[in-house]
């Protein structure tokens, strides 16, 4: 699976919000958690990745992967 695909259909595995996903998780969210320090491994890639792509106003890359859904 492609790792952009990935993001639109992984979901949060715990925490405020579990079940929801990680496109989706507040920008917010996703800063807290960058001044914390991500989790080891996969998820916290994908977090570090869904922070640099908000960051940088690059969600307009998601929208066609999650059209495909």
Known sequence: MHYLEELV???MPYGKYK???LCD???YYL???HSKGFPKGK???QL???YE???NGLEYLL???RSKL
């Open 9 to 11: 259909q992984s979901k």
């Open 19 to 21: 079940g929801r996903v």
């Open 25 to 27: 998780l507040p920008e």
């Open 31 to 33: 800063v807290w958690y």
């Open 43 to 45: 998820l916290g890639e």
């Open 48 to 50: 570090a990745t869904m």
């Open 53 to 55: 792509i908000k960051l």
């Open 63 to 65: 929208k066609p992967l």
